[in-house]
T-cell receptor, first 111, second 115 residues
Framework: DAKTTQPPSMDCAEGRAANLPCNHS???????VYWYRQIHSQGPQYIIH???NNETNEMASLIITEDRKSSTLILPHATLRDTAVYYC????????????FGQGTTLQVKP | GAGVSQSPSNKVTEKGKDVELRCDPI?????LYWYRQSLGQGLEFLIY????????KSGLPSDRFSAERTGGSVSTLTIQRTQQEDSAVYLC?????????????FGPGTRLTVT
């Protein structure tokens, strides 16, 4: 079973920041938080990952709470092309890297 | 550079027939994964290969499913005596290592329809 909980759907206005929450209250010390997204009819795409510090790359920012029990993916300026299912995944070295996907959050970016 | 490729992109087969699905990972990636995505089950892990180590087959749903990876590169997923519940999109991914600290790059998938 997935170790994360996400809202099933969210809307965001184009150009605004999209903030996608994820709960992972049972995360263990050596497990990373990964975010992937899946645009319709395509394979999943890696976005970002983190352990305990906040991370930023060209696609997004990842904010992880101090207790590591939850995180937020931030898309700073959402575009229509960001409409996708976003998956928050917890995975550690003991899991051979395999990803256990939950149901994810369907983000609809609206003009 | 080239990404992960999969073939065929679509496969329609009759119930009871065997099928082979192919995955070409990114050159130099030592870890290779198979997943499948069906309407009722979402995305689920099937099998994992890392270098010359024994594969992690813990996600294979039945003994009708098998996979091999030849020469540490190309992988083939074989489904014997296909059933209608095998209909799904089969996705392959590769990563630089299998430690879980590196992102996985996914192919476009093979859509399998069993009639």
């Amino acid at each position: 079973d997935a170790k994360t909980t996400q809202p099933p759907s969210m809307d965001c206005a184009e150009g605004r920041a999209a903030n996608l929450p994820c709960n992972h209250s049972t995360i263990s010390g050596n497990e990373y938080v990964y975010w992937y997204r899946q645009i319709h009819s395509q394979g999943p795409q890696y976005i970002i990952h983190g352990l305990k510090n906040n991370e930023t790359n060209e696609m997004a920012s990842l904010i992880i709470t101090e207790d590591r029990k939850s995180s937020t993916l931030i898309l700073p300026h959402a575009t229509l092309r960001d409409t996708a299912v976003y998956y928050c995944i917890v995975s550690g070295s003991g899991n051979t890297g395999k990803l256990i996907f939950g149901q994810g959050t369907t983000l609809q970016v609206k003009p | 550079g080239a990404g992960v490729s999969q073939s065929p992109s679509n496969k329609v087969t009759e119930k009871g027939k065997d099928v082979e699905l192919r995955c070409d990972p990114i050159s130099g990636h030592t870890a290779l994964y198979w997943y499948r995505q069906s309407l009722g089950q979402g995305l689920e892990f099937l099998i994992y290969f890392q270098g010359n180590s024994a594969p992690d087959k813990s996600g294979l749903p039945s003994d009708r499913f098998s996979a091999e990876r030849t020469g540490g590169s190309v992988s083939t997923l074989t489904i014997q005596r296909t059933q209608q519940e095998d209909s799904a999109v089969y996705l392959c991914a590769s990563s630089a290592t299998g430690t879980g600290y590196y992102e996985q790059y996914f192919g476009p998938g093979t859509r399998l329809t069993v009639t």
